[in-house]
């Protein structure tokens, strides 16, 4: 599809731990996304890029922190894990802003 | 962000049109209506978006009522594969064309319609 790879797809962890996602795009999109998805809430933007070095907060930022250092990645790091951030994660590009999203197929993380 | 309502699941048989409804009576003028689905165990997916016009590409298509208050994503002859959680969600025609940071370019999910299909 997008050509995106989501590392690890599966992560359990322990609570307090530090926990980086990655996000590999092979297509040069310049637009980026972090999404959770939990039952009963749907998928939730966490960060977004839109560009390199360029970052901004999505609706549910608190206990993430993004890095986007070139164009094919985009990194999400829990700097101290809890339970409430066990979840499945999802990435997303896009080309332009009036382009469709692509998404990854999600890296499911538990936080013990 | 304009809201959208749908029903939680649905059900059809194998081969046979799919009519999956949305209701979005505060959609704005510039709101464009964007359909996504979500297999078992993957990332969601673009099916397709429109305006105002009824819209149909090698997925799917797209009835837009007159008014723009709902719309309908149309699966034509439904397949095993397309079992998943169909997405309805409206997006800011000035989130195509406005620059700048602010500009996030996000999706709202809602809950989506879970459809079944039958043998």
């Known amino acids: 599809d997008a050509g995106i790879t989501q590392s690890p797809r599966h992560k359990v962890t322990e609570t307090g731990t530090p926990v980086t996602l990655r996000c590999h795009q092979t297509e040069n999109h310049r637009y980026m996304y972090w999404y959770r998805q939990d039952p009963g809430h749907g998928l939730r933007l966490i960060h977004y890029s839109y560009g390199v070095k360029d970052t901004d907060k999505g609706e549910v930022s608190d206990g993430y922190s993004v890095s986007r250092s070139k164009t094919e990645d985009f990194l999400l790091t829990l700097e101290s894990a809890t339970s409430s951030q066990t979840s499945v994660y999802f990435c997303?590009?896009?080309?332009?802003?009036?382009?469709?999203?692509?998404f990854g197929d999600g890296t499911r993380l538990s936080i013990l | 962000d304009a809201k959208t309502t749908q029903p939680n699941s649905m059900e059809s048989n194998e081969e046979e049109p799919v009519h999956l409804p949305c209701n979005h009576s505060?959609?704005?003028?510039?709101?464009?209506i964007h359909w996504y689905r979500q297999l078992p165990s993957q990332g969601p997916e673009y099916v397709i978006h429109g305006l105002t016009s009824n819209v149909n590409n090698r997925m799917a298509s797209l009835a837009i009522a007159e008014d723009r208050k709902s719309s309908t994503l149309i699966l034509h002859r439904a397949t095993l594969r397309d079992a998943a959680v169909y997405y309805c969600?409206?997006?800011?025609?000035?989130?195509?064309?406005?620059?700048?940071?602010?500009?996030?370019?996000?999706?709202?999910f809602g809950q989506g319609t879970t459809l079944q299909v039958k043998p």
């Open positions: 505060t959609i704005s003028g510039t709101d464009y």
């Open positions: 997303a590009t896009r080309d332009s802003l009036n382009q469709p999203q692509h």
């Open positions: 969600i409206l997006r800011d025609f000035f989130f195509n064309y406005v620059g700048g940071s602010s500009n996030t370019g996000k999706l709202i």
